[in-house]
Each structure stands twice: as structure tokens, then as C-alpha cells.
């Protein structure tokens, strides 16, 4: 039996919005599930709140959902990291993530010799980008 982490990203109702984002800059499939679609006694209000959004293929896997306590201040206990050697795609993707968003750490050669950069997105998620030599 094998075990996966996935990040699980909550947004105050605009997850369908947040997930279309990040399928144009990450590419892949998604899927919506609503409240609507599994529980027929939701309130009309809630029946179009996103209970599991997927996105999966592409560079990654992300999940997602509308929490009623979610906000779109950015958080600050955990950020996303992107890390490898193909520096074409990391960096389109760095640059895709910065669209409406913030750049906090520019895209640039650090002292411990790889390329690095952060941002936070338009919706509040923070990135890193890590583009490391082969072998590294």
C-alpha cells in the first residue's frame, strides 16, 4: 500500500474560479463535485458550493473545496514548493503563479547555487520555485 500527499486548498466560494486558474497554469483534468450533486437536501444556497474540486495530470495534483471560514487574506503557515531541473517549465509556471499575484522572492541564483523564487498567488497561496542542477 502505497501513501500520497496532496495539497488540499480551501477558498471562500470561489474554488471553481481558483481551480480554473491553476489548471491554465498547470495544465491536467478536472473535476467538480457539489453539494448539490451528493446531498439532495442541501439548502438551494449551498447546493453549487464546490465539496471536492481535483485537478490531477499536468505537473501535479491539487484538491480544493468552499469552506465557509476560508479567506482571501494570504496565509503564511505553509507554502507550495515546485522543485526540479527543467528551468524552461519552472519558470513559466513561477511566472503563470505571479499573474495578479505577488512576487515575494525574485526568480533568481541563490547562494546555495540553485534558482529560486516565491510568490503568492492571486488567491492568496504561497510558492516556492526551486530549479535545482541534474543530479541535484
Known sequence: MSVELNAYLFFPGNTEEAIAFYQQVFGGQVSITRRGDID???APEQRNLVVN???IGGDLTLRASDRQDASLSPQT????SLIGTD???LRTLFDG???DGTVTAKLERQFWGD???AVTDKYGIGWQVN???AGA
Open 53 to 55: 474540486a481535483l485537478l
Open 87 to 89: 528551468e524552461a517549465r
Open 115 to 117: 534558482i529560486f523564487g
Open 97 to 99: 503563479l505571479a499573474k
Open 40 to 42: 439532495p437536501s442541501a
Open 77 to 80: 503557515r505553509v507554502e507550495l
Open 131 to 133: 530549479i535545482g542542477s
